[in-house]
Each structure stands twice: as structure tokens, then as C-alpha cells.
């Protein structure tokens, strides 16, 4: 309905020229719709960014500008905003748990090792593509098309030294690989001491807010995404947790061709990507298992993340209803690549590739591969252990966060599922 009426509002405007209109119904409708998603985030984000620096923004110079800007530097200039954002809601969780002692696996290893360097990204057997590390980029209209502008960090995204004594039998005493993130050795026996609500609790502190799943307001669309607190437009403020798989990796996808039938968890990126929350279902903690299915090895590997992060609801965030509007929607989440000293971002970014993790078990047992890894990432005390964390730290960062369209304050998110298109 929505792209029938931007046919007929073009008709018009072109004065119905035969060459335009030919243009016009050749036009790949999927991708007008993704740039004008693009000027929405650029505006919203752009505007969160410049108020963390104390600025007041105008949204009129802000949407001026998103026009006078190309598609390209659009994108760039949301990823880095989004990429920020990421950093700031790993650290708040990296941190609440690091003083608590109470840090994941993956992520213990990743500090242990980055101490000790030995961080290398790429292990031998597990190589996967990354792009040149570089920071998260803004632009502006008045820069010239060669510059670029990178936003300052709002604080520091790795541990601070003074708080690893929360942790010091982990990650202190010159030997952090013989020792587990609760502080005890035998590390292949860790077990999470602080659950979901507590380390929501812990991290609303420093973000605002915090989300939790209960009925919802929508009539008969049972359980909703709730958020306690406030976020101010612009922010990040869930992910799509889950298995990415591109577009070559569609037949891959549980249930392929019908995919949908019984998996209503599904989420499409710009880029014609997919990201599956099923497998993540609530998370660590909850009252099924968790990953909830295990037909894949990136399934399967969902283990070696954080599962108790707090952010990873976007999956049950409802469409409107008729009387409502959305006020969140969906953006790409991109690392290239992760600096060494901040790898122990990757293990709160709650998804994986499904395409690096095949590639990565070619020629291999993959079920005997996957439990060799899962279990290897917990027991830091291995070489295979760090190779694992490794590899987690060098695999792509493909996935979906949900923005804020607007102020929000303890209510109900909800997102347009495009069911028009």
C-alpha cells in the first residue's frame, strides 16, 4: 500500500513522462524504503550523539543536512553512532559484572589475554575475513568528501585497572588462563552467580533503563518487551540477538523455504541479511535452556556469549496496534573489527555468523567441533581455550539493534514489522 502510493505521488510529480515513469516502475522500491530508514536514523542518532557532547541540537539543520548527504556517508555516519552506542552498553555490562567478579567466560578470557598479549584475532583453523580497525565515523555535509570526523569515546570503553580487583583471581597474578571468571580454579566448572534481573538492575545504574518481558498492552499479542527507566531518542536501547545468515546462507536457515512458519523471531537487515532469535530465546537463566535450539554449529556456539545480557529482548518488542505508532525501529549493527584492547566487547554483542562458523568447521566433526569449542572457551586454562576465544573475538559483528524513535519512560516498545512489504 505504502509503495503503490509513492508510485502515484512520482506519477504526478513527474508530469507523466513515459522515460520517468519507465524508471520509476523499474525503481527498486526495498531500497528507497532502506535510505529513507537511513535519513531517520541518521537524524536521531546524529542528535543523541551531539547532545552526549552537550550540544542542543536543530532538527531542521539535521534533516537539511541527511538530504545534502550521499546514501554512502549517510550509512557511515549512523554506523559510527551505533557503534559508540554498542561500546557504551558493553562497557556498562562489562563492568557491573567485572566488579561483581561475575564475568562470563569469553570475556575473562579476553581480558586475561590482552594482559598477557596473546590476543591474536586469528588462530590458526579459524581465520575469517576482518576489515582495517578504525574508529567510529561521523560526517557532516560541510566536510570535505575526503575527511572525516571521529567522535570522541563518552568515557573509557576498556576495564579500568584500579576496578580488576573484582576480579584479580581471574584476571590478576601473572597466570589469568589457569583461573575462571568466578575467581576459583577449575574453570571448565563455571557457574553464573548473578542472573538476568540482577545484572539488569546492576547496569540500569549507568544507562537509565532496563528491559524485562511481561504481558502486553496490544490486545491478545501476548507477552510484550517492557522498558523500565528512560532512553532518550536516538539511543540504542535493545538488540536482536540470535544467528545472522546472509543471503547466500537463506537454505541454511532452519525450516528453509518456509522459514516463517513457525519461527515469528525472524528480523531482515538493509543488506538482505536475517537475523533468527529463536535460538537465543530469553537467554541465560531463564526457564528453558538455553540456546534454546542447537541444529548448528552458530547455534551452538550462542554458549560462548554472554546470555544474560539484559539488552538481548528486541525479539519480543510487538507491532502496533491500531491506535499506537511505533517508537523504535531496526538498525544495523557493524563492527569491522575490534581493537585488541576492547575484544572483550564482542562477548555482550548477542549474535553470531552463521557463515563464519560453517566456514570455520569445514573438514571438521562439526557436533564433536562445536563441543570441543564451547567447552575450550570455558576452560581458560587450555591453548585451545584461548584459540576459541579468539576466534569468537575475530567473527564478524553482523546484527540488529532497536532505536529509539523518540523519548521513552516506562513503557511498552514497539516496532513496525512492515508488513506491507
Not at 399 to 407: F, G, H, P, Q, S
Request: charged fraction near 25%.
Amino acid at each position: 500500500m505504502v509503495f503503490r502510493w509513492i508510485h502515484r505521488v512520482l506519477w504526478k510529480i513527474t508530469g507523466r513522462d513515459p522515460k520517468i515513469l519507465e524508471q520509476i516502475e523499474n525503481l527498486d522500491l526495498r531500497e528507497l524504503q532502506a535510505r529513507m530508514d537511513y535519513h531517520r536514523l541518521y537524524m536521531r542518532t546524529r542528535f543523541y550523539y551531539l547532545r552526549t557532547l552537550g550540544d542542543e541540537p536543530c532538527v531542521e539543520q539535521l534533516d537539511a543536512d541527511g538530504r545534502l548527504l550521499e546514501h554512502g556517508r549517510i550509512a557511515d555516519a549512523v554506523g559510527g553512532c551505533i557503534r559508540l552506542q554498542v561500546r557504551e552498553l558493553a562497557t556498562a555490562m562489562h563492568e557491573a559484572m567485572l566488579k561483581e567478579g561475575d564475568l562470563c567466560p569469553s570475556a575473562a578470557a579476553s581480558v586475561a589475554m590482552t594482559r598477557t598479549g596473546h590476543a591474536s584475532p586469528h588462530p590458526e583453523g579459524l581465520k575469517g575475513e576482518r576489515g582495517t580497525s578504525t574508529s567510529p565515523e561521523v560526517v557532516t555535509p560541510q566536510q570535505n568528501s575526503e575527511e572525516r570526523v571521529d567522535p570522541p569515546d563518552p568515557k573509557p570503553l576498556g576495564p579500568k585497572p584500579k576496578r580488576l580487583g573484582g576480579l584479580a583471581a581471574a584476571v590478576g597474578g601473572g597466570q589469568p588462563s589457569q583461573l575462571n571468571g568466578t575467581g576459583t580454579t577449575g574453570a571448565s566448572e563455571w557457574q553464573p552467580r548473578l542472573k538476568m534481573h540482577e545484572v539488569a538492575e546492576l547496569v540500569k545504574a549507568a544507562t537509565g533503563y532496563s528491559l524485562s518481558v511481561h504481558t502486553s498492552a496490544i490486545h491478545q499479542a501476548g507477552r510484550g518487551l517492557w522498558m523500565q527507566g528512560k532512553a532518550e531518542v536516538g539511543a540504542v536501547v535493545a538488540f536482536m540477538p540470535g544467528v545472522t545468515y546472509t543471503k547466500e546462507q537463506y537454505r541454511q536457515i532452519p525450516g528453509y523455504p518456509r522459514i516463517d512458519m513457525e519461527n515469528g523471531t525472524l528480523a531482515a537487515r538493509f543488506d538482505g541479511s536475517i537475523v533468527d532469535s529463536k535460538p537465543w530465546g530469553e537467554g541465560l537463566g531463564q526457564s528453558v535452556p538455553w540456546p534454546v535450539c542447537e541444529r548448528n554449529t552458530a547455534e551452538t556456539r550462542l554458549k560462548l556469549l554472554e546470555g544474560r545480557n539484559p539488552f538481548a529482548l528486541g525479539q519480543f518488542a510487538n507491532h502496533p496496534g491500531p491506535e499506537d505508532k511505533a517508537n523504535v525501529m531496526l538498525a544495523p549493527v557493524d563492527f569491522p573489527s575490534l581493537p585488541e584492547e576492547e575484544q572483550w566487547i564482542r562477548a555482550y554483542v548477542p549474535c553470531l555468523s552463521h557463515a563464519f562458523w560453517e566456514s570455520a568447521d569445514k573438514g571438521a566433526d562439526a557436533a564433536e567441533q562445536v563441543a570441543d569449542d564451547v567447552q575450550a572457551a570455558v576452560d581458560q586454562a587450555s591453548s585451545d581455550g584461548q584459540a576459541t576465544v579468539a576466534a569468537l573475538n575475530g567473527s564478524p559483528i553482523s546484527c540488529l539493534a532497536l532505536v529509539a524513535l523518540r523519548d521513552l519512560k516506562d513503557e511498552e516498545l514497539l516496532l513496525n514489522y512492515r508488513l506491507n512489504l
